[in-house]
């Protein structure tokens, strides 16, 4: 480096560092270690598509007026002229054609809503099925959820600013869902829309809800949740010479500055092109809102479609009562689906811990399919949600595959319920089918194709052992959880259960326990420890873990007992 | 950053010159210009007894050819993104909007700049990243989150000063009047959003029709004669007239009408309501409220292109299938003097969704 770029550096370095103090914790800052590997990068995505969301929504805040007041369009857009319309539409058409990069800015804006929404889920996927929400992360876990929970909001009342005749009908729908809840329903929804439907005042309520109130929310959780990343220090997954204990990784200076830089720009680069090609919102095409008006195959956002789905699912159920009207076929599928899902993934993290009494900090993540009964609940849930996510299109599915809509509506019913328990049954086969084939790879090495023959005539198969790196990832925690203090087998040999086994919560703990700690022990390990965890083991898989052994499995276990926590029973 | 306690590493300290040792540190006196080694952040000079420490990272990459390779890539490629950005602002400035074609033109060529100029920054740093950077793996050590018993002992024993102290456990008087003074407080934002909506009143029950209003075709606003409307198994989205403009009114009120041959319209559809065939529903179905638009002559099934919900036409709208609890309210149907179709009354009972109210 020059003469003068050292004094640079040097003069603002101190100028900083006799001000702040910053050269110790920026120094760490710089030397910050993060893990590699691509499913870390989904989060990314959900991030730099909420920038871009912010830079191009602040742009279209230059021109949109939201307001419902009636205009007459005499803008650039023909089919539309002298037209009555709302303030709102009209100046969403302005964007579109008359403003500069407007129709750019609208549908970047647009795409990378569906971007953010699609990462965020795909993230969340990521962290459950690899167990990245195990503590000490289960405040990120439960923020994300928040994230995505408000992230459905932000993006249902972004759309509806338009104002056009699709997003109308959202407004009406989501008025009617509202209308349907007992006892505040009809509150809320006249204090909601200023009235009845439509009203005046929706549109500027929403816009400041869509741009000030939840983009202030999602920025405090954005930012709490970078904070927790950072400061609990990223996981990794498992490898050689990757423990509890450590992290592995390049700096963040100058590599993952640079990488995560790349990274923005390429979804900056994607979203620009989407935009350029693929058309999206076309709000020109839909016309001005009229409670009167309609197209078909009406659909909502994809991140909106399971409620959708569930709406259409529902069994026509309403109840009168002492005239009362319980409105089951709108305000059950509206709450309860989604309800379970978002309660039972913010459950889950403590739910686990308390079945399986893992109350260690975890920072190697879990192969997916070393927790055979996690990933299949993940399944699960996932199939649960994909049928109501398909039924959401389900006058198009039916129009595509020739089948008759109301047998499809049938079939989707019995799925929702079915599909999961399938889904359930298939995915932990296929783990432990896989769990068994790294038992037999670390138990009977690679096979090499090279056949000898013994001098008793017998022909075999020489076998390779597998390289470290791989034996690392195969080993490491093979089965998730430490024993319960009092395995079943406990009652066997005549021990007195432990105070967290009896009664019928304890009976249930156990039973919960068995199910979600089932594995394949690998046999015949070679650390030398033996099967020292004194329950007379063998009868099932979960006895094939301790605590001791745990530690043990864990590759270059250098630190030996550091693990820090007690396990807290 | 708070995040010093965390990043400490396993590696070499650094040797700034704010890490000498305390016995080398050199001593001047305040006010005068700290010698030049104390100026540096940057590695002390060589050769002065000890040896410079093992660097972290390499400063050049293995492969050197390809390193100079990749050099050559990156800058063509932050050059063709600088290229692109120019190309960004001279579209701007360049190209017209205002017709479809324009900014359709428009839009094609600022995105495809834009596009490139992110995407050729984007492709050109990972490429410096991977072939200009020597290659690294370091290993940081990771401490347990949890202080230690000594530090939570001494925070329990700060907090619990702290409110010793204040007197917040021990007077009682002070806590419970701080507590009821809140509880109102809190009410307050509460109240202040009572008057974002008017309460619902009856509203949900009526709509804007009325004895002896007419119908009006929804789009040219003219009327109808039952002599107009003779061929069955139509349907066509009538309006009240005078609220043909008012959204609200038209939420409730949409209104569609159909034609049936004699003989076709069957209970529990009310005949009284009904004139030479046409019969009249409401438009807005009763699952939540979108507007049932499409009709099948056929079968006399009406199906809302929302949810689908079907409703028999010839039944009195009665729900088929689908998600809606209530057919669609039938609409009493007479003519005026003139002999155009009008409405007898307003319906009879609310029509739309379902609400807790409505029983």
């Not at chain 2, 609890?325 to 029509?351: K, M, N, W």
């Amino acid at each position: 480096m020059s003469k003068t770029t050292d004094a640079l550096l040097d003069g603002t370095g101190r100028f900083l560092d006799d001000r702040l103090r910053t050269a110790r914790p920026v120094r760490g800052f710089l030397r910050k270690i993060f893990p590699d590997h691509w499913s870390f990068l989904l989060g990314e995505i959900a991030l730099y598509s909420f920038i871009i969301l912010l830079l191009t929504g602040t742009f279209l805040t230059l021109f949109f007026q939201p307001s419902m007041t009636e205009v007459v369009y005499h803008g650039a857009y023909t089919p539309l002229r002298g037209v009555r319309m709302s303030e709102a539409y009209a100046s969403t058409l302005n964007i579109s054609f008359d403003v500069r990069g407007g129709l750019l800015m609208r549908q970047i804006h647009h795409w990378a809503a569906l971007l953010f929404m699609a990462a965020i889920m795909v993230h969340m996927l990521r962290v459950f099925f690899t167990g990245a929400y195990r503590k000490p992360r289960e405040f990120n876990w439960l923020i994300g959820i928040a994230l995505f929970t408000l992230g459905m909001l932000e993006g249902l009342f972004g759309y509806s600013l338009p104002d056009d005749l699709l997003s109308g009908t959202g407004l009406k729908i989501t008025q009617g869902v509202l209308q349907s809840i007992p006892i505040v329903g009809t509150y809320g929804s006249f204090f909601l829309f200023g009235g009845e439907f439509p009203g005046h005042l929706i549109i500027p309520r929403l816009y400041i809800i869509h741009v000030l109130l939840i983009p202030g929310i999602l920025l405090a959780l954005i930012s709490a949740h970078l904070f927790f990343m950072f400061h609990q220090k990223h996981t990794q997954m498992p490898g050689k010479g990757r423990t509890n204990t450590n992290v592995v990784g390049a700096p963040m200076y100058p590599y993952f500055m640079a990488k995560t830089g790349a990274f923005f720009f390429f979804i900056f680069a994607v979203l620009a092109l989407l935009s350029t090609f693929a058309q999206i919102n076309p709000i020109w095409l839909f016309g001005p809102y009229n409670p009167s008006g309609i197209t078909a195959g009406s659909q909502p956002d994809f991140y909106m479609g399971a409620l959708e789905g569930a709406l259409r699912i529902m069994p026509a159920w309403e109840w009168n009562v002492l005239g009362h009207t319980f409105a089951f076929n709108v305000f059950i599928p509206a709450l309860l689906p989604l309800g379970i899902i978002f309660t039972g993934a913010a459950l889950w993290p403590f739910l686990e811990q308390w079945v399986t009494g893992d109350y260690r900090e975890h920072h190697v993540l879990d192969r997916p399919r070393n927790a055979a009964t996690r990933t299949a609940v993940g399944m699960a849930a996932i199939t649960f949600y994909g049928v109501l996510w398909l039924e959401g299109a389900n006058d198009i599915i039916a129009d595509q595959l020739q089948i008759p809509l109301f047998t499809l509506t049938w079939i989707a019913r019995f799925a929702v319920f079915l599909g999961p328990v399938v889904a359930y049954w298939v995915t932990k086969r296929i783990c432990l089918g896989l769990q068994r084939k790294d038992a037999h790879l670390l138990e009977h090495g690679v096979e090499t194709g090279v056949i000898r023959q013994l001098p008793t005539g017998e022909y075999v198969e020489l076998t390779r052992p597998v390289d470290e790196e791989t034996q690392a990832v195969l080993e490491y925690n093979r089965v998730g959880a430490p024993q319960l203090p009092a395995s079943p087998a406990a009652g066997d040999t005549g021990e007195i259960p432990a105070p967290g086994t009896r009664g019928p919560l304890g009976r249930l703990r156990l039973g919960l326990n068995r199910v979600l700690t089932e594995g394949i022990p690998i046999e015949g390990d070679g650390h030398g420890n033996g099967h020292g965890d004194g329950h007379g083991n063998g009868h099932s898989a979960p006895a094939a873990v301790t605590a001791g052994e745990q530690a043990a499995t864990e590759p270059a276990a250098q630190q030996g007992g550091t693990d820090g926590e007690e396990t807290g029973h | 950053m708070s995040e010093t306690e965390g990043s400490e590493q396993q590696l070499p300290a650094g040797n700034g010159a704010d890490e000498l040792p305390e016995s080398r540190a050199p001593h001047r006196v305040i006010g005068t210009p700290p010698p030049a080694r104390a100026r540096t952040l940057l590695e002390a000079p060589p050769g002065e007894g000890e040896p410079p420490a093992p660097r972290e990272l390499p400063a050049e990459p293995a492969n050197l050819p390809q390193a100079k390779r990749a050099e050559r890539v990156v800058a063509a490629l932050f050059i063709l993104s600088m290229l692109a950005s120019i190309g960004f602002i001279a579209a701007y400035v360049g190209l017209e909007v205002g017709t479809v074609s324009g900014t359709a033109r428009s839009n094609l060529v600022l995105g495809l700049a834009m596009s490139v100029a992110f995407g050729a920054l984007a492709v050109g740093a990972v490429i410096w990243v991977r072939f200009l950077m020597p290659q690294v793996e370091l290993t940081e050590e990771r401490k347990p989150l949890a202080s230690t018993p000594q530090q939570r002992a001494e925070f329990a024993k700060t907090f619990t000063e702290g409110a010793e102290a204040s007197g917040f456990a021990k007077r009682k008087l002070v806590r419970r009047t701080l507590i009821a003074a809140t509880v109102p407080l809190a009410l307050a934002p509460i109240v202040l959003l009572r008057d974002m909506g008017p309460l619902p009143g009856t509203s949900l029950r009526h709509t804007a029709w009325r004895k002896g209003m007419r119908l009006l075709v929804y789009g040219p606003n003219t009327p109808l004669r039952p002599a107009d409307f003779a061929i069955p198994g139509q349907m066509i989205t009538v309006v009240p007239d005078g609220y043909q403009d008012n959204l609200d009114a038209l939420a409730k009120a949409t209104t569609i009408i159909l034609k049936f041959a004699p003989g076709q319209l069957l209970p529990p559809t009310n005949l009284n309501w009904t004139v030479d065939g046409i019969v009249a529903y409401s438009k807005i179905c009763t699952h939540v409220g979108c507007p049932v638009a499409l009709y099948e002559q056929t079968t006399h099934h009406i199906l809302c292109p929302c949810h689908q919900s079907t409703f028999d036409a010839a039944r009195g709208a009665k729900v088929i299938f689908g998600p809606a609890a209530r057919p669609l309210p039938q609409l009493p149907l007479g003519t005026d003097a003139a002999g155009y179709l009008i409405a007898t009354s307003d319906y009879h009972e609310p029509v739309g969704p379902s609400f807790w109210e409505r029983g």
